[in-house]
C-alpha cells in the first residue's frame, strides 16, 4: 500500500540531467581554491572565527589552523544577522584583514558575500565565496557568482530538501561556474536542544546524487562548542571532503556565535584526530 | 517544572524597541496603496495569476478582479523557481502588461522583486513591492526597499519564526521605509498532503506584537485550490488585514502554480462572501 | 519537473477502500453522544478544565459552559504529563465528579482514556472517549476503543501526517465502532512562539477524504489564550463540526495548562458569538 | 539580544533532579542484557529482520548475525503498522521462533512490546524489551515496563525533544526498573529524500545529560539501505553504545521495511569494520 512512498525516497529523475548530477557525470568533480582540492579523497579543514573582529583575533586563529594543518582560513567580514541591530562585520576592512592572514600564514579565504553588489568586491579579496544558508535560493546572487570566476561554497538552506539545494547548485554551473562545493549546516527541527538539527545522511545521500564535493559544518549545526568534535569524527565517518568550523581565541567575547566556538586549543587537539593531509610545512 | 517553557510563549522582550514593535507604537500602521489602505479595518483583496504569461491572461484576470471588488492586481515578472530551467517569467514585458492592466481596470500592482540590481526598475511600475519568501532574510535587498520609496509586501520564510519575521520586517524600516504589509504564506513541515502548513495564529500572534497589517496567502499556504476558499473564510475570522490570492483563466494550463490558482469563477464566488470594501465603481 | 509533486498532493488512492474513506461513504457520518450529534451541520462545542481539580472547580465550569450553549464538559481525569512528577490527575475520583457534573448540569462527558486497562472503567463514566494526541498511533489502545461501545474522540498526533490521522482512526472502525470524531490539536514545529502550530487546513482537507466529524482543539494548537478566540471563530470559518476548548475559573492557578486556559468570562463572551445550537434550556 | 536563547540551549535546570540525570549519577550506567553489557565503552550491535517472518528467515539471519560477532538477535513479533491492514507480525509464533533461535546461535533477544496487556507474555521470552517510537509517551506501558523484571530499549518519538524522551525514560526508572538503553531512530522532518532525519548530535548530547547508555537505529533513521553503512560509521564516530540495524536474507521479498534492510553480505561486511568484541566463539 504504501510501496510508491518507498520508491519515492529512492526517486532520482528529476536530476537526470542536471549538470549537477551523477548520471551526468559519474566521477567525483574535483574543485581546486589554490593548492587545495575538495572532492579527490582529501579531507580539507577550513575554521576561523565567525567574525572578523580584530587583526589581532584572526592572526592568533590563523597561526593555530596553519600550524596545526588546517587549509583555508574562514572569517566573516559581511554577517547576515537575524537583527539590524547586531554586529554586521566590518565589511571591507574586514576583507582586507583576511588578505593580510592568507599573506603571513599562506591560508587561502573563505568568507561570505551577501549581495549581489558585493560579488567584485569580495572576489577581488576570496578564494572560495561563501553563500550563507539564507541565500541558498538567492538566484541573483546566484546567477551572479555563476560569473565570478571564483569556487563557491554553497551552503544548504535552514529548510531546504535535498532537490533544493542541487538545484540551488544548478544555478551556479547552468551560469557557466562547475565550480561549487557544498556544505551541510543543520536544519531547522523542532527541539531547540541544539540550534539546528546536523542531517548527516545528508552528506552520503547527496554525494549519491551529485559529483560536487560535500562538507559538514558542526558549528552551525548544532550550535555548542561540546558537540562540534563528536560532529566532526562523524563528518569523516560518513565521507565529507572536509569541514567548515569556527574557532575564536576567546569565545567567550565572541560577537558573533560565541557558544558554538571551538578555542584555540579544542581546534589543535580536534585536529590531531583527523585524517587531513598536511599541506603547509 | 515546565512554567519557564510557557513563559516563553509570551516573551516579547526582544520586541521592545524595535520600530516595528506594538510597544513602539501600540495603534496600527495605516500602509496606504494609492487609494487602498490596509491595517485601517478594510479587508483587502490582491489576487491575480502567480506569473503573467500574456496580455490575454492578464486582462482577463484583471477585469474579473476589478468587476468583483478585488483592490489590487498581483502578478510575478520575474519568477523565483527552484530548478533554473523553469519558466522565469516574462521579466520586464511583464511589469508593461501589469501597467497596461492598471491604466485599464484601475487597479494597484503587486509583483515581486528578487534581486537588488531590479528594485529600481520594478518600482518604476509596481505600486507595492513584493519580497518572496525565499529572500525573506535577503539583507541586501531588504535594505535597498528601506530607500525604494514604495511600500513593501514581505512573504514570511518558509522556516521563518515570528521573531525572524519581525527582525526582518525591521531592516526595511530601519532602512527609512514605515510602510511594510506582512504576508503569511504557509511554513514548511512534515506533511506533503498540503504545500506548506498554514499557520493560521501567526496572524493574530504578530497583531499583538507588531503594528504592522498582516496578511494571508492562502494560495501557496495550502497548495490546493479547493482549501483556498475556507482559508480565505479563516483569514477573515482571525482578523487578518487581507488576501494575496492567485487565479487563473485556465489554471490547469498555467506556466506556474496551476494546482492552487482558483478559476475566475470560483474567485468571483469567493468575493461574493468576503468583508471587502468596493471601492471601484 | 516537478508535475508528479504536485499531484502528490492530491493523491487519496492509499484511502480508497478505507471504512473511514468517502469514497465508500459520500455522505457525513453523524456520530452522536447522548442528544448531541456531530457531522449534521452542527457547532458542537465541548468545553471544561484541563485537569479536574475539585468539585468546586468542575461545576464552576460546568454551570457556564451549560448555561452559555456548550454542549459537553470536557476534563481530565487520568492525565498524561511529560514528567511522571507532573499531576497525573485525579483518576477515578476525578470520573465521579465528572459524572456528579453530568447529573447537575445535563451535560455530556468527555474524557481520556490513556490505558488498555482503564477502557471499561472510563467508559463506565464517560460519554465520548478521548484518545490523546500522544496515543494516536497506541494501537492496542485504538483496538480496545474498537470494541467500548463508546464513541471515539480521535486527537492527531503532533508529527502525524493526515495518512496516518486516518489510518489510526480505520483501526478503530476495523475493531467494530463507527462512531468516530477528529480532533486538530496543532502540530509540532520549528517556532516556539506557540506551543504548537494548527494545521486548519487540516480541517477542510480532512473532510474532503473522510466522512468522520472534524473538530479543533484551539487550546493546545495554540498554547495561549489570547489567540483560542481568533481560532474558534476560525474553526468556523473552514467548516469544523465543533471545538475542544479549555476554560477555567481561575487559570493561574491551575494545576495543567493554565496558559492556554479561557476564563470562564472570556469562554461566555466566545460562545455568545458561535453559531451553536443552543440545546438545553 | 539572543544571548537567552543561546543560555536555552545549555538549560539542564529541568533535569536536576532526575534519576535519568548525570547530575544524580555521573558515572555511566551498565545495562547488562545476559553477558552482554551497554555502556561499559563496548559498542553493542543489535541486528536481525524487522519482522519474524518464517523460521528458515530468522534462523539464516541469526547464524550470519552470530558469526559476524553480533551479540543480540532482533526481530518484531507484534508489529506497530500505520495501517491495520498490514502484515501485523506472527504474535507469540514470532515469540517461540526467536527463543528458538537463542537457544541455537546463544543470541540474546530484542523485540518490541506494543501492549500493557502482552507485557508478561514478551517478557517470557526477550532478554531486552523494545518499547517503539509510537509509544515513547505510552506512559501506561512506560510504567508497565518499569515492573517487568527485564531491561528496556525505548526509542526516542519521532516528534519527541531530548527533554520528553528524558522524561520517558525517567517514568520507567521512576516505577523501578534502572535497566534503560535510549535509542536515537530519527525524527520527523520536511524533506522525504530520507524516511527520517538521523539526529546523530543526539546521541553525545544525551549521554551528556543522562547516564543511560545511547544507541542509534541507522535503518528506520534513513530508511535506505545505501545510507545504513555511513550512519552505522557515525554511530561510532560520536560515542554511541551500540547499533540496532535491520538485515534480511533478501530485502526485496520482506514483509515490511524492505528497502532499510541490509542484506547478510552486506552486514557481514559492516560488520568487519566496527570496533565490536566478539563474545561468541
Not at 551526468?24 to 565567525?50: K, L, Y
Request: glycine share 8%.
Amino acid at each position: 500500500m504504501f510501496r510508491v512512498g518507498l520508491l519515492a525516497f529512492l526517486d532520482r529523475s528529476f536530476a537526470v540531467k542536471l549538470l549537477v548530477s551523477r548520471d551526468v557525470q559519474p566521477e567525483n568533480s574535483i574543485v581546486r581554491v589554490g593548492d587545495v582540492a575538495f572532492g579527490d579523497g582529501n579531507f580539507v579543514v577550513m575554521a576561523g572565527p565567525c567574525s572578523v573582529e580584530s587583526e589581532e583575533q584572526l592572526m592568533q586563529c590563523a597561526d593555530v589552523i596553519a600550524s596545526s594543518g588546517g587549509q583555508l582560513l574562514r572569517g566573516g567580514a559581511f554577517k547576515p544577522r537575524t537583527s539590524p541591530y547586531e554586529f554586521q562585520g566590518l565589511g571591507e576592512e574586514g576583507l582586507r584583514l583576511l588578505a593580510l592572514a592568507r599573506e603571513r600564514f599562506g591560508l587561502g579565504i573563505v568568507t561570505e558575500v551577501m549581495s549581489e553588489a558585493d560579488v567584485d568586491l569580495v572576489a577581488a579579496y576570496a578564494d572560495l565565496m561563501q553563500v550563507g544558508a539564507r541565500n541558498m535560493q538567492n538566484f541573483a546572487l546566484l546567477r551572479a557568482l555563476g560569473r565570478c570566476g571564483k569556487p563557491v561554497l554553497l551552503k544548504r538552506g535552514p529548510s531546504a530538501t535535498l532537490k533544493e539545494w542541487m538545484m540551488a547548485a544548478e544555478y551556479i554551473l547552468a551560469s557557466g561556474n562547475p565550480d561549487v562545493v557544498l556544505c551541510e549546516r543543520g536544519i531547522r527541527s523542532f527541539d531547540s536542544h541544539t540550534r539546528n538539527v546536523c542531517d548527516i545522511a545528508a552528506v552520503p545521500a547527496m554525494k549519491e546524487m551529485t559529483h560536487l564535493p560535500v562538507i559538514l559544518d558542526p558549528s552551525h549545526a548544532t550550535g555548542r562548542r561540546s558537540l562540534v568534535t563528536p560532529l566532526s569524527r562523524a563528518a569523516v565517518a560518513v565521507g565529507a571532503d572536509g569541514l567548515l568550523v569556527e574557532c575564536h581565541p576567546n569565545p567567550d567575547t565572541a560577537l558573533s556565535d560565541g557558544a558554538q566556538s571551538l578555542t584555540l586549543d579544542q581546534f589543535r587537539a580536534l585536529m590531531m584526530e583527523l585524517p587531513c593531509r598536511i599541506l603547509k610545512s
